[in-house]
């Protein structure tokens, strides 16, 4: 079976265009950035796979590119879109149908939050009635029955965005780039509690794309190739408390990020300890508080006192979102997971300025998570 390496990455800033900059040209222009980044062109791509939520279908973008009639799959899972893309991507590229392929993500979102439609989800409308498909509403339920299971307080919700927005300092293309302190996010306005307005994301717009090709082309390509170790993708089991979902069986614990993380790392051959950088979904601080401890990444409740050891800094012993994740950089749901590859790709290259992490690493992860409940992961090496 064939290895799969990422050859060029490319990124349009998450954040806020000018009207007439449509999601489908931002998807364009980072198709264009990484296959500049590749020293390659639209002609060299044998295959593609794109996603976006809003912004329209991301096959159209041959028409800017260029009509060579390749083969063009569309994705839509949520948050976990550009995840699940690069996922698709590389079984094309294990099975023998592609050598080179662009994975794109995009999606312009206006301002206020995400809207959805019960009966989209399977629902009636006396689950919209009721509030629930309000996703600030779901991750303050979710984020307050783990803190209260696992006994931490809710002030560890202001230490992960705090962190984000240093994070997000040191990066030219965040959005966020204002610091601010544990105490003045924990005093910000509620929106639900426990989470104020600094512990969640804004929708926004951007774009990102990554080429992948096999491990032996991408050697002739750059000079530090990224290899793309594994890739693993999950829906909910029997027993998860996801967003949209209606109802949980008493005692309940399961998540789709347990399992695949656990797949991703053992198709890796890599432990979770053996992770030097990180990238979680963090669409609220209690996302990225969960999922560290979901993936393997810590013991459950372990995260107050990583916090407070400034562990998951930049500079700690596990980086975690050192782009400042979606907290710093706001969500086009479409490219959020490449995002997350982007980053990892500049941080085991050695090439991410700032907030570079010390000590070479080596081993990357990311994690994403998608409504009614996917999760996608992947480990990326040098």
Known sequence: MKQVAIAGIG?????????????????????????????????????????????GKPDTTVSSLGLTGIPFVNVRNGCATGTVALTTAAQAIRAGDAETVLVLGYDKHGRGAFGAKPADYGHGDWYGQSGLMVTTQFFAMKARRYLDTHGLPDEVLGLVAAKAFRAGV???????????????????RVINPPLTQYMLCSPAEGAAAVILTSADRAKDLTDRPVALASASMRTRPFGSFEVFASWLPPGADASPSVEAARTAFA?????????????????????EIIHMAETGLCEHGEQLAL?????????????????????????????????QVHEIVLQLRGTAGDRQVPGDPRVGFTHVYGAPGISACTVLTV
């Open 267 to 287: 198709k890796a051959g890599i432990a979770p300890g053996d992770v030097q950088v990180a990238q979680l979904q963090d669409t609220d601080s209690g996302a």
């Open 11 to 55: 990124m349009v800033p998450f954040g806020r265009h000018a009207p007439e900059y449509s999601g489908r040209d931002m998807g364009v222009d980072a198709a264009l950035k990484a296959l500049g980044d590749a020293d390659l062109t639209w002609q060299d791509v044998d295959y593609a796979v794109g996603g976006s939520n809003v912004s």
């Open 307 to 339: 916090l407070e050891a400034d562990e998951t800094s930049i500079k700690g012993r596990l980086p975690v979102n050192t782009d400042g994740g979606c907290l710093a950089n706001g969500e086009p749901v479409g490219a959020s997971g490449l995002r």
């Open 170 to 188: 040191e990066n030219p293309d965040a959005w966020r780039r204002t610091v601010f302190t544990p105490q003045e996010i924990m005093a910000a």
